[in-house]
């Protein structure tokens, strides 16, 4: 059996969502499709996460591993709704279907094999996988709703520069 | 892109460089929080003159069975059961783990059996004395945490005694731990 050298935390989601999170904050304040407070939200994001992180290492020896892992998962799950919305808000929105496809595939695919791959070395148990399922449509069903309600005052406040 | 822009970009790269430091710092904090070593026991079982026939020694010398007899309305000493042998500074004390049977009509064929902890200078260093009420074994809390010295050897003193009539075949069973610190 292939086994890893380290064994990975549950914080490692955290991580991996606060790196995806300050990667969204640098792209969106070089591309101009964003207005200018837009960069700024993500990268209050990822200090989120890092504060969060923080809390996590403070309270390790307090909170299950279980309860660990969810609260890391649903801010990685975040971190990707954020990136595919910004991959749906550049070609439905912005018409720009160059620079969503070039989105796509730099930067949208990767994270996503890559959250994949980690959460498949991760999640040993059915119960890691279900959670991952229902926290991953609770974003999903979030977002939607966040998007259906009001989608051309949301649209408007995201591209005005 | 405009002078503002890529001010926001500086802004922005910086405080990414800080948050994303700062949390694999904390991460890799967390991923090595204590580490576990494989060392010799400090304090270990070793065959006092009593040992033979009664004494199995587990591996290392960290654990011992002891088989020991009694006899009817008859007190039986084991003046040198099992030795302890220190090989660091360390404290130790006896602690009581389990008795069984108990709250068992078997229990009344004994009437106590006491451990002794014996210093190398034959003075005692403490003690456990399981007596019996009836059917059940009362059990001792564990002693105080004593100093033992590099090289000392000390050994532990049984003391049965069976109460007058007690049936032939009956037995109980008594673990003890010693713990070290």
Redesign the interface.
């Known amino acids: 059996m292939l086994r890893l050298a380290?064994e990975l935390?549950p914080?490692?989601f955290?991580?991996l969502g606060?790196?995806l999170f300050?990667a969204l904050?640098?792209l969106s304040?070089?591309m101009d499709y964003f207005r200018?407070s837009v960069?700024?939200l993500f990268?209050a994001a990822?200090?989120f996460?890092?504060v969060n992180?923080?809390m996590?290492?403070q309270f390790?020896f307090y909170f299950s591993e279980y309860m660990r892992f969810a609260y890391c998962f649903l801010y990685l799950a975040l971190a990707l709704a954020s990136i595919i919305g910004v991959n749906f808000y550049l070609v439905i929105s912005r018409k720009a279907w160059s620079t969503a496809k070039l989105f796509a595939g730099a930067i949208t695919l990767p994270t996503i094999v890559i959250s994949t791959f980690f959460f498949s070395l991760y999640g040993r148990d059915v119960s890691y996988t279900l959670t991952a399922a229902l926290l991953s449509s609770v974003v999903v069903l979030g977002t939607a709703i966040a998007f259906l309600t009001n989608p051309d005052k949301f649209k408007d406040w995201l591209g005005r520069g | 892109?405009p002078n503002?822009?890529w001010l926001?970009?500086l802004i922005?790269?910086l405080?990414?460089v800080f948050?994303?430091s700062?949390?694999?710092a904390?991460?890799y904090?967390?991923?090595s929080?204590s580490s576990a070593t494989v060392k010799v026991a400090p304090v270990r079982f070793t065959t006092g003159n009593d040992s033979p026939g009664i004494l199995t020694l587990g591996l290392n010398g960290t654990s011992a069975s002891l088989t020991l007899d009694a006899y009817p309305n008859v007190t039986l000493y084991y003046d040198q059961a099992v030795n302890v042998t220190a090989i660091a500074d360390k404290e130790i004390r006896l602690r009581p783990v389990s008795v069984s049977p108990s709250n068992n009509p078997s229990v009344s064929n004994f009437t106590s059996i006491v451990f002794w902890l014996i210093r190398t200078d034959t003075t005692q260093a403490g003690l456990l004395n399981y007596t019996t009420v009836g059917n059940t074994w009362n059990t001792p809390t564990a002693t105080n945490y004593v100093p033992i010295t590099t090289g000392e050897t000390w050994t532990i003193k049984i003391e049965i005694t069976a109460a007058p009539g007690a049936l032939s075949g009956v037995s109980t069973n008594i673990v003890i731990a010693i713990d070290v610190r």
Do not use: N
């Open positions: 380290i935390l914080e490692f955290l991580f606060i790196d300050v904050a640098l304040c070089i200018r960069a700024y990268e990822a200090a996460g890092y992180l923080l996590s290492q390790l | 892109m503002r822009r926001d970009f922005l790269l405080i990414s948050i994303v700062a949390s694999a904390v991460y904090a967390m991923l929080p």
